[in-house]
Structures are given as structure tokens and as C-alpha cells.
């Protein structure tokens, strides 16, 4: 099981915070770390929200070696002629670190503070596959060029061509979302569910790679969500206290560990910390974004990850 730290600048993260949770999870070894991709979050008032892919551009120079991944970026945003050309920049700046993770959107509240269109999810849906086809003809070894019913890109190359951009679909669509995820994509972001739904979606993302010519083995399964351990009793419940006094929607410690314990994420110690994780690599899951709103303290994060690693 590959881990990454997941991180929600929207709720309010300078750069340089975000720049230090990043080398953070460099230093210890994580495989990836990610943000997501929000210009507003209607729960707070006018919080400190960076753009994703500006950021990810300064850790591309503030980082070595780990991935750095956008969880992920809405199509409504972006045309996705300024998509491929900042993750081809992002590209050549890491060295070939970036995970380029797209959706449909969701939130109509951050469209509607800066004037941009949120059309409805059939469209939204469509322009997304339409905008992934885009981004592989980008980012593929020819000369590129699409035409659709949103988007057209001219046959010619694009500079500078990436070495190698890793395409993340993401999404709580049960049907349409892993298709697109197994048609196009390098990595399938499946939301947290039962095992018997995340097992379905799962199938339907690997049937649908082996339907477009692709090894369907190949395309790598992720989730994202938090998770709360410690490597003895007294870390886990000093970890879930501290947690809960910086949670951003004011959840108790019993909230917390009630919502994991529900989902089936890992929580607590020892033998139940392993079988979470076991769990989640018998369902097919490779890489788990743990998704942490703070606090970004440093010997927190490592008791976490030690626990997590076993």
C-alpha cells in the first residue's frame, strides 16, 4: 500500500505552510502529496484559498522527489488548452513529478463568487470526457488533435511535451465515473463506500480499460479520507484529541472516531490499524490519500504515518 498526505488549502493554508507539509512528506517517504483544487468554501468566511496548480508549479522548485498531485481539478475552472499547457509547465518544472487529477466540479457556491458558469452535470460530464480526450491527445507521443462538440485541438505539437503526466480521475459517480476513469485515466480516485459498492465501481473502471484496448491491471485504485492512529493507546488518543480541537467542522474526538469506524478507515491501534489497511488492499486499493485537515504538526504526522506503515 502506497501512502500519501492529503492536504485542503481551501480551509486555509498559506503557501508557505503548504510548502512544509509538502517537504514533510518528502522527508519521511510518503509516495505522493496532494491538494485539492477549490477557489471557496461556502462553510467559512472568505478563507485563504491558493490556486492548486499555481502552488503545485512552486512545489515542483521547493520539492525533489515526491509526486505532487491536484485531488482533483474541476473542469469549469480551466478550458483545457490552459490545463495541458500548465501541467506540461508543472511537468518540465518537477521533472516529471505531477499527477494531473480532473473532475466535473461540484460546487456551484465557488462558480457563482467569481462569475463562472456551472452548467448542469450532463453537461458538466460531457464536457469531462470531451476535456479528457483533449488532455491524452495533448499529452500523447503525436501531433495530438480533437475535435468535439466543446473543445478542438489542432493537430500540431504541443511545447513542452510532457515526460510522462499521470491522469487522475476522481468522483462519486457510481456509473459514468469509473468508465471515464478506466477509458482514459492512469488512476482511479474511487470515494470511500461499502466494500460490495467499492467493489462494483472498481470492476466497472477496470471492465471499461479492458473495452478501450488498455491492461486493465494498470490503472491504479486510490481513496482519500482521514484516518486516525497512534503506535500505542496513549499516542492514538493523544493524536485524536489534538485532531479534534483543530478539526475544521468542529467535530468531537467520539464524532471522529464513530465517522471512521463507520467507513471502515483506519482508527486506533495495532491489529485494528492493520486490518483497515489490510482490508482496503484486499479490495483492491493501492495508494490511500490520507486526508488531513491539521494540525500539521510534525511529530503528529509521523506517529500517524509510522502507525499506518505498521
Known amino acids: 500500500m502506497d501512502f500519501g498526505l492529503m492536504t485542503e488549502p481551501q480551509l486555509g493554508m498559506t503557501y508557505d505552510e503548504l510548502a512544509g507539509a509538502a517537504r514533510f512528506a518528502e522527508r519521511i517517504g510518503l509516495s505522493v502529496f496532494a491538494r485539492s483544487d477549490h477557489y471557496d468554501f461556502p462553510a467559512f468566511e472568505g478563507p485563504h484559498a491558493t490556486d492548486a496548480l499555481a502552488t503545485l508549479a512552486g512545489l515542483a522548485r ?8 491536484v485531488m482533483v481539478s474541476p473542469i469549469t475552472f480551466r478550458h483545457p488548452g490552459v490545463i495541458a499547457k500548465t501541467a506540461a509547465t508543472i511537468d518540465e518544472m518537477s521533472h516529471g513529478r505531477l499527477l494531473l487529477g480532473v473532475g466535473t466540479g461540484w ?10 458558469d456551472f452548467p448542469e452535470l450532463g453537461e458538466r460530464f460531457d464536457r469531462f470526457e470531451e476535456a479528457l480526450q483533449y488532455l491524452r491527445a495533448a499529452f500523447g507521443p503525436g501531433d495530438g488533435g480533437f475535435s468535439g462538440d466543446y473543445y478542438t485541438l489542432a493537430a500540431r505539437p504541443l511545447r513542452p511535451k510532457p ?4 491522469i487522475v480521475v476522481g468522483g462519486g459517480g457510481a456509473r459514468r ?3 471515464l476513469a478506466g477509458t482514459y485515466a492512469d488512476e482511479f480516485n474511487v470515494f470511500t463506500a461499502p466494500p460490495a459498492e467499492m467493489a462494483e465501481r472498481i470492476e466497472r473502471a477496470r471492465s471499461a480499460a479492458g ?3 488498455r491492461d486493465p491491471s494498470a490503472l491504479r485504485i486510490s481513496i482519500m479520507g482521514p484516518a486516525v492512529v497512534g503506535t500505542d493507546e496513549s499516542s492514538y488518543r493523544s493524536n485524536l484529541e489534538r485532531i479534534a480541537a483543530a478539526h475544521p467542522f468542529g467535530r468531537s474526538a467520539a464524532e471522529i472516531e464513530s465517522r471512521l469506524l463507520q467507513q471502515g478507515l483506519p482508527v486506533g491501534t495495532g491489529a485494528p490499524v492493520r486490518e483497515a489497511v489490510a482490508a482496503l488492499e484486499a479490495g483492491g486499493v493501492d495508494r490511500f490519500y490520507v486526508q488531513h485537515f491539521g494540525p500539521f504538526d510534525e511529530d503528529l504526522m509521523e506517529d500517524l504515518f509510522a502507525a499506518l506503515r505498521g
Do not use: F, N, V, W
Not at 515526460?163 to 499521470?166: A, K, R, Y
Open 62 to 69: 521547493d520539492t525533489r522527489s515526491i509526486q505532487l498531485c
Open 177 to 179: 465515473t469509473p468508465r
Open 107 to 116: 460546487m456551484p457556491e465557488e462558480h457563482e463568487l467569481l462569475g463562472m
Open 211 to 213: 473495452a478501450a484496448g
Open 163 to 166: 515526460s510522462g503526466i499521470e
